[in-house]
């Protein structure tokens, strides 16, 4: 077979001269055995040129050239044969878009982030003024479909009314944290003063940022293949919130026109929208199931809970540590270790889990993944919004959460208090508590969710391994995160160290000091305004 871009016979493919014009602007190296794809590359192609690897004995770029290096018009119906031969899931694995939803409530974006196989970035209620009003003179929140109109009329006021409030506060508090911090001079120390406006807006937007209700709409940039993009469609379009639904079928539509071949099956009532249906009906199923079955009430109110753990003895992850050194070269099973090291000595065990912890010299540096043995089930109740950053965390199992209301109360920030505006602030709080209840005594239980403040507690639980626990609890537990989230992994810590005395020795980055400075992200925004000014940015107050 021969064409303008290669020559091929029973065994072989030559790429032309013509080919390797075609093929260079698509990679980096048209030679060397590593090499990446450029913008240049159709995505699409080389994910079906990634495909025919299992059934193709050659080099990948050859494949693009003989497969893929043709007119656009024949492009599409090879991607389409190669894909439908060698099996689509496989393929939309290696397929990445990147995507943006913009005016999703945060109800919406929780259930955007709920896959735990695609990236999210989203704006941060930590970093940015909620205060601004849009074009059309509304604040930046969500009114759901099909309220009643008085229903919606009270919605709307009282979101106003909230909105009002938390402007005033953030303001105010901004004010009052830069009042008891002093301003480094602007001339003399330009990335100090950036850091210092970054850092003090952040402690504000911090404390102030739990009377935004969960109607509240951001920004969220998702990164993804296809394969998880088209669960995250599934999943949208069978929760009961109509803007859920809505923006699942606007997913659909705009991903469809970047490779429609790897979303034809989503929306077919014989293929994807069978697990639609399925989940659906599990849910109304649940929602019908007899009350009498169920406890209700507000049981075990602590912040923390380590529902379950296993092994629950430390040292039998010894075995794996040493199964995963490789030193078992005489095909020692993991069988026989185990019943080897029964024998042992607990400061034996104990010192093997020491060596395999290593030096750590810094938080990154993780010990190895036979550590992924011990899990630990937990249940936590806290704020909205410091559920919001610990729901980010990928590498959890079982990550559920309840329906959010006001019915488990809030904290009053400590800073809130020190400003003399806890009155507002309850007040405030008090008119999400009211609409919420207004709301679901009209019927409205799933959208009277987006009355509640994020400042009002919830209930939530996940499964973790240890080795993502040094992750999370030494991330989250430093000096520049959100208080919130820091007292509620230092009582994780606590309960880990119960337990795991040893793994939890090993967690030298765990922060455990309340004697923080005053503005905890001033370092960290001294940096990240260094980095801005070199790049000629300038942060504005």
């Known amino acids: ?71 656009p018009e024949d492009a599409e119906q090879l991607i389409q044969r190669v894909v439908t031969a060698y099996g689509d899931d496989s393929v939309a694995q290696l397929l990445c878009i990147p995507l943006a939803v913009e005016d999703a409530s945060n109800l919406l974006t929780k259930q955007l982030e709920w896959p735990r196989l695609l990236s999210y970035l989203e704006q941060s209620t930590r970093y940015i003024y909620f205060d601004q009003r849009g074009d059309d003179g509304r604040y930046r929140y969500h009114i759901p479909a099909g309220l009643d109109p008085e229903v919606e009329e009270e919605y709307v006021s009282v979101m106003d009314q909230m909105f009002d409030t938390y402007s005033e506060l953030v303001r105010e508090l901004t004010d009052y944290v830069r009042s008891n911090n002093p ?171 020491k060596m395999y912890f290593g030096n750590r010299h810094n938080r990154r540096i993780k010990p190895g993944r036979a550590i992924e043995k011990a899990h630990f089930e937990w249940e936590l109740i806290g704020d909205y919004g410091t559920f919001r950053d610990l729901q980010r965390h990928r590498m959890v199992d079982a990550m559920e959460w309840q329906p959010l209301t006001p019915f488990y109360g809030y904290d009053v920030p400590d800073l809130i208090k020190e400003a003399g505006l806890a009155q507002k602030f309850k007040t405030c709080m008090n008119l999400s508590g009211n609409l919420y209840r207004y709301m679901l005594n009209g019927g409205f239980v799933y959208e009277a969710q987006y009355a509640v403040c994020m400042g009002y507690k919830m209930r939530y639980s996940f499964i973790t391994n240890l080795r993502e626990l040094f992750h999370l609890l030494e991330l989250r537990t430093s000096p520049q995160g959100h208080p919130g989230y820091r007292k509620l992994c230092n009582l994780m810590y606590e309960e880990l160290a119960r337990v795991y005395p040893v793994s939890a020795a090993a967690m030298l980055f765990v922060n455990r000091s309340d004697n923080l400075e005053e503005l905890t992200r001033m370092s960290s925004e001294r940096g990240t305004a260094k980095k801005l000014q070199d790049l000629g940015i300038e942060i504005q107050d």
């Open 183 to 353: 301003r480094p001079d602007k001339d003399q120390d330009p990335a100090g003063h950036a850091g210092w406006v970054g850092a003090t807006r952040a402690q504000a937007c911090d404390a102030v940022r739990t009377l935004l209700p969960a109607a509240t709409t951001s920004t969220v940039g998702i990164v993804g293949s296809a394969q998880g993009i088209a669960n995250l469609v599934k999943h949208l379009l069978s929760q009961p919130l109509e803007e859920m639904q809505e923006t699942g079928w606007r997913i659909l539509e705009q991903v469809r026109k970047v490779a429609p071949v790897f979303f034809e099956r989503v929306d077919r009532v014989d293929r994807d929208l069978l697990d639609v249906e399925n989940r659906v009906a599990v849910r109304r199923a649940f929602s019908e199931f007899h009350e009498g079955m169920l406890v209700h009430g507000h049981q075990n109110l602590a912040p923390v809970t380590l529902v379950d753990y296993w092994p629950h003895d430390e040292t039998d992850l010894v075995a794996r540590m040493l199964y995963a050194t490789g030193l078992t070269t005489d095909g020692c099973s993991m069988t026989v270790l185990a019943n080897t090291i029964r024998g042992w000595s607990e400061s034996d065990k104990i010192q093997v889990m």
């Open 1 to 71: 077979m021969t064409s303008d871009f290669f020559t091929k016979d029973d065994e072989t493919i030559t790429i032309t001269e013509r080919g390797l014009e075609w093929l260079e602007p698509q990679v980096t190296d048209i030679s060397g055995p590593v090499y990446a794809f450029t913008g240049e590359a159709n995505p699409v192609a080389v994910a079906a040129s990634m495909a025919r690897l299992s059934r193709n004995p050659h080099d990948l770029r050859k494949i693009l050239v003989s497969e893929f290096g043709v007119d």
